[in-house]
């Protein structure tokens, strides 16, 4: 018969008995244990990008890319790339954006998914281009909170070893 697992009262204690050996009892204020295990969990999640395949081969590249409505009356212009245009309905085609744009507003995060957690905080802004609609939600690297104004002038930067992912593209302030 194997040993009964290590009880422990308080749970930080709990994730380092999961570490070490596998099992733990957590025993809360009331006196009830409750036996917990640690189980190895992965997953490939295999996700096609469809029509927005070429926004994210774009980065790979160092291009930003968004879409402009194809009707020539309207021809808007979109930070966000979209298959079809919000103001007419109209398809849209690919544009490259301007590597520099401004901050509209921001947002600093204090919490993130497990992706950012490590950087923690960070900013979040959503940019505008001259001649471009609607913006674009990023990163903004390499400032902290007291150095953001709406209007500052920012420019993108881009993974050097591209994830396909929005992460292969952020910006920073201008110099
Ligand atoms: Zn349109």
Same mark, same amino acid.
Not at 23 to 43: N, T
Not at 60 to 69: D, I
Not at 86 to 94: L, S
Not at 95 to 118: I, M, N, Q, Y
């Given at each position: 018969?194997?040993?009964?697992?290590?009880?422990?009262? #308080?749970?930080?204690?709990?994730?380092?008995?999961?570490?070490?050996?596998?099992?733990?009892?957590?025993?809360?204020?009331?006196?009830?244990?409750?036996? =917990?295990?640690?189980?190895?969990?992965? =997953?490939?999640? =295999?996700?096609?990008?469809?029509?927005?395949?070429?926004?994210?081969?774009?980065?790979? /590249?160092?291009?930003?890319?968004?879409?402009?409505?194809?009707?020539? #009356?309207?021809?808007?212009?979109?930070?966000?790339?979209?298959?079809?245009?919000? *103001?007419?309905?109209? @398809?849209? /085609? %690919?544009?490259?954006? !301007?590597?520099?744009?401004?901050?509209?507003? %921001?947002?600093?995060?204090?919490?993130?998914?497990? +992706?950012?957690? #490590?950087?923690?905080?960070?900013?979040?802004?959503? *940019?505008?281009?001259?001649?471009?609609?609607? $913006? $674009?939600?990023?990163?903004?690297?390499?400032?902290?909170?007291?150095?953001?104004?709406?209007?500052?002038?920012? /420019? +993108?930067?881009?993974? !050097?070893?591209?994830?396909?992912?929005?992460?292969?593209? %952020?910006?920073? @302030?201008?110099?």
């Amino acid at each position: 018969m194997s040993e009964r697992p290590r009880s422990f009262s #308080k749970f930080r204690e709990v994730q380092t008995e999961l570490e070490r050996s596998g099992s733990a009892i957590f025993r809360d204020a009331e006196g009830v244990e409750s036996l =917990i295990v640690r189980s190895p969990y992965s =997953i490939n999640y =295999i996700h096609s990008y469809a029509e927005d395949s070429a926004f994210f081969l774009g980065l790979a /590249e160092g291009r930003l890319r968004g879409s402009k409505c194809r009707r020539p #009356k309207c021809g808007f212009v979109y930070g966000t790339p979209r298959g079809h245009c919000m *103001v007419c309905g109209a @398809p849209t /085609e %690919w544009v490259d954006l !301007p590597s520099k744009g401004r901050v509209h507003s %921001w947002t600093t995060c204090h919490f993130g998914s497990e +992706a950012f957690l #490590k950087e923690t905080p960070y900013n979040l802004a959503l *940019v505008e281009f001259d001649g471009v609609g609607s $913006l $674009l939600l990023v990163r903004l690297k390499d400032c902290v909170e007291s150095d953001l104004y709406v209007g500052m002038p920012i /420019e +993108a930067r881009f993974d !050097p070893n591209p994830k396909y992912s929005i992460t292969d593209v %952020w910006f920073v @302030p201008s110099r």
